[in-house]
Each structure stands twice: as C-alpha cells, then as structure tokens.
C-alpha cells in the first residue's frame, strides 16, 4: 500500500492472452519501469519516448508514460492517455493483462482496470479542489466544519476489538447529515476489515465492484487470501478529510496506518463513496 507499490515488484505481461516472450538482455520497457520504482521521471521519459513513437499502439508503453506525465506535473497528458485506453473498443475486446508477482502471491490484473483507476483518482483529486460555492443563507449553510469520529480498531483472532477514538474530520459539506452517513459507513468497511468480517466488508463496496482485477470473483479471492492470513489487525486513520463530489458522491481522503502480524505499513488513501438505494458503498479505492 506504499506509493508506486506496484512497480517495486515484478512483471510478467499478459496481452491477449499470449504472454509476451521476455528477452534475457533487459528491454527499454523493463528499464523504464526500474526508473519509475526509483521515481527517475526523466530516465523513464528518455526510455519510453522512443518505445511511444515506435509502437504507438502497445497499451503497456503508453501506460507507464501516463504514470511519468502524472507524476511530472502534466496532468491533463495523463488523463487523456488514460481516458483513451480506458475508451478504446478494441482494446476492451482483448483485455490486456498484467500479471503481478510479489513475495506474497501473484494475480492478474486488467490493465484498463488499472488506467481506469487512476482516472477516477485524478478527477476525484481535481473535483475536490475545486473552490466551494458561494456562501448561501444561513438556512442553507454551504460550508460546514464537523468533528465526526472515524475508527480506530484492534482485531484479534478472538474477535474482540477496541472502542473506535474521536479523530477529528475537517469536513466541507453542503449537507452534514452526508457526513455523518458516509462515516457512519466507513467506520463499518473499517471495522468489518479489522475484524476479518468478509461479507460485511464486501457488501461495503458496490455491486461488482473489482478494483484492478478482471472479475470480482477474483478481487474478492485476492481480499480473502490476503485479510484472512492476519492473525490480528490494526487501522488507524487520520487527517481524514470529506468532499462532496456531487449529491450522490462522496470523496474520503485519510492518512491509514495498517499494522498486523505480518505487515506494518502507512499510506495515504482516498475512498469514493456513491449513495445506491440509501446507502453509501465505495465505488473506487486508491491506495498510494
């Protein structure tokens, strides 16, 4: 769950089906993802320029210069490359695919999933900082700062967990009754995952919601593997701010400490929140 996470571990590409044969000289493209890891945004540029002018049709190149251009200031580069591989038909036909190796476990993952992700991360970051409306009259107050408590929860393998501390929300909202439900929500996705609930924590999140994976069969196996092999867990979230994105959608964003005994790990996270038939479940999920 650390920034750039997925490019400290090791690739196998999937397209189509085939897997692409890897050479034993290390390619330009094998390189460039070595500078990303290390965040060398310019070696990485220098590697993948040439690959983008000579096969501008491979997925996988134009990808990872979307992920220099949105770390390099130049966002709006980003976002259209990866509003084009998210809306390309033929590449929704062949579904190419990267298979992920980690010292854990490996999965394969849609790489459209994946730009799709960061498009949803960089729309909701930009919404959100976007100014607030005119103040309207009291009646109608358009901006509200509230103190709404956020979990704070210990799991054990025998199930008992601490009581949630008060952790203060900055929280600028046209509706305070959205920020009590949609904490309200939160704290029960936080708690399912701490207690290891497995129904509890998948019905947090929308209908065939997937993340980066194929299917949500597959997802939720990943989820399953991973939360089930913690023996106890532990999350803490702070600077947890809210944002209305629009009446039926919610932006979090938090500071999450996750520490089990297995893992110790901190990273910064923003949640989507969509309200479907009066609740509120997490549409998108990033973790950098």
Known sequence: MTTLSFYTLSFALFFCGNTI?????????????????????RTAEALLQPLA??????PFVVYELAQVYENTSRIDAAKSIYRELTHDAD???????????????????????????????IEAKQLAALPLPSPMPPKQSATTLLEITAPRLVATSSDQSMLPASIPIQS?????????TVSAAMKSWAEAWARKD?????????????????TPESWKKQRETNI??????????????????????????????????????????TLVFVSKNGHWL??????K
């Open 198 to 214: 497995l129904p509890k924590y998948y019905a947090s999140y929308t209908d065939n919601y997937r993340s980066e994976f194929l």
């Open 53 to 58: 002018q000579s096969q501008p049709q491979n």
């Open 172 to 180: 600028q909202l046209q509706d305070a009754n959205i920020s009590v």
């Open 91 to 121: 590449l929704a036909k062949r579904q190419p695919t990267i298979v992920i190796r980690s010292p854990y476990a490996s999965r394969m993952v849609s790489l459209l999933a994946l730009a799709q992700a960061k498009l949803n991360a």
């Open 21 to 41: 044969a890897q050479n034993t000289e290390i390619d330009p493209l094998t390189q460039a993802r070595t500078a990303i890891a290390k965040q060398e945004w």
């Open 282 to 287: 997490i549409e998108s999920e990033v973790t």
């Open 228 to 269: 089930t092999k913690a023996r106890t867990i532990r999350l803490d979230f702070k600077n947890v701010a809210i944002t209305t994105l629009s009446p039926s959608r919610v932006q979090v964003q938090f500071m999450q400490t996750y520490a089990s005994n297995i893992l110790q790990d901190k990273a910064q996270k």
